[in-house]
């Protein structure tokens, strides 16, 4: 018995000491702290190669669309950071990187930053980087991907970092917009298109002098939504735009001939007089509103109208109650020559397909 118990004990100090051996054998591997200037960085939404693309082009559609369309397919979430001594400790691939907490001293040259969350679909995390320069503020939006230790800056149009992106369901595209700080109703929106190494280029853009965007949202991979307001979140509008069938022209179809115009045009001589139509336009970003006052004419088609840009003439589509007055083509036409204005599609046959010049209040 004893020479069992003895061969026992044996056995187990073997094992114990082998598997103190392997362990003892297989050494420990540290992740290197890194500070965030050692990795890879990348700017992106570039303003001179958005410039060099075709614009979205939006259509105004009602509420209750926008809310059923709209998909969130891949939220940020807010999952936790560990921190220490004041920095954040963000874990990479094969690296452990430090960035220094925002705190309400930044000094000059210096950087902190601020965690927004976490994008799983595309492993990165979000941070703002704040800095101060000539006793100003800025801030930047960072993508950190926890993969591959990149770090990909999306360029503002402002001193402001751009909103939180919004992925597309089937992560093609990443979209983002901007409001301006010191210029009211002003505001950009931006699309990046997300490759197949995770990187992003610049696909479509879009900006607007008539208001803040203060929503995007995705209404399937190739359809975008924005809300929208002109009055300081009083009341919305919603527009949707098809990535496919962007505009070519560069300047934006919500903005270039926002205004009051007028035009008076006889028709016809009649037994009392000669008939006539007097039209007055009121146009405010992609909405335009008609009046007309009539003599021996019929009253018709007054109300709301879409606007739409097309190789450098506005195209003024009916959008209001008439059935008999809707169309898929346009119903008026307005071009710029110079400092003057022109209309087509008003009056009689006579009239309707002659350029005739607006007034411009």
């Known amino acids: 018995m004893k020479n069992i118990a003895q061969i026992l004990i044996g056995s187990i100090l073997f094992v114990c000491c082998t598997k ?3 362990v003892m054998s297989e050494p420990v591997i540290q992740k290197k702290i890194v500070d965030v200037k050692a990795l890879k960085h990348f700017q992106v939404g570039l303003e001179e190669k958005f410039e060099a693309l075709p614009l979205l082009d939006f259509t105004e559609i009602a509420k209750n669309e926008y809310e059923n369309l709209r998909s969130t397919a891949h939220p940020i979430t807010n999952s936790p950071l560990q921190s220490k001594n004041g920095n954040y400790i963000v874990e990479l691939n094969d690296k452990i990187l430090q960035l220094k907490k925002l ?8 950087t902190q930053y601020d965690y927004l969350g976490f994008y799983p679909s595309l492993d990165m995390y979000a ?22 230790s990149s770090v990909y800056s999306i360029v503002s149009p402002g001193d402001d970092k751009v909103e939180n992106p919004v992925i ?5 595209y990443l979209a ?76 934006s179809n919500l903005s270039g001939i926002d205004g009051n115009y007028s035009i008076h045009v006889e028709t016809e001589a009649t037994s009392t007089g000669m008939a006539s139509i007097s039209y007055s336009f009121k146009i405010k970003g992609n909405e335009a509103i008609l009046e007309t006052n009539t003599y021996h004419e019929p009253v018709r088609c007054n109300g709301k109208y879409l606007v739409r840009e097309n190789d450098n003439i506005f195209e003024l589509y009916y959008n209001d109650t008439e059935n008999s007055c809707k169309s898929d083509s346009g119903v008026f036409f307005i071009k710029k020559e110079g400092d003057k204005y022109f209309i087509k599609g008003i009056g009689s046959e006579a009239t309707v397909q002659e350029w005739l010049e607006l007034n411009k209040d």
Do not use: H
């Not at 705190?103 to 210096?110: A, L, R, V």
């Not at 800025?138 to 991907?145: D, G, M, R, V």
């Open 20 to 22: 103190e051996q392997k």
């Open 103 to 110: 705190t309400s001293t930044i000094k000059e040259g210096e």
């Open 127 to 148: 941070f703002s980087a704040n800095s101060i320069g000539d006793n100003l503020g800025f801030s930047e939006f960072n993508l950190i991907n926890a993969t591959n």
């Open 168 to 172: 597309s369901p089937d992560t093609k």
């Open 176 to 251: 983002y917009a901007y409001n301006y700080m010191y210029d009211k109703n002003k505001s950009f929106l931006g699309i990046l298109k997300i490759n197949n190494n995770q990187t992003f280029t610049e696909y479509r853009s879009f900006s607007s002098d008539n208001f803040n965007i203060k929503e995007v949202v995705w209404f399937g991979d190739d359809y975008i939504g924005i809300k929208v307001t002109d009055d300081d979140s009083k009341t919305f509008k919603y527009y949707k735009a098809n990535l496919l069938l962007s505009n070519t022209n560069k300047s």
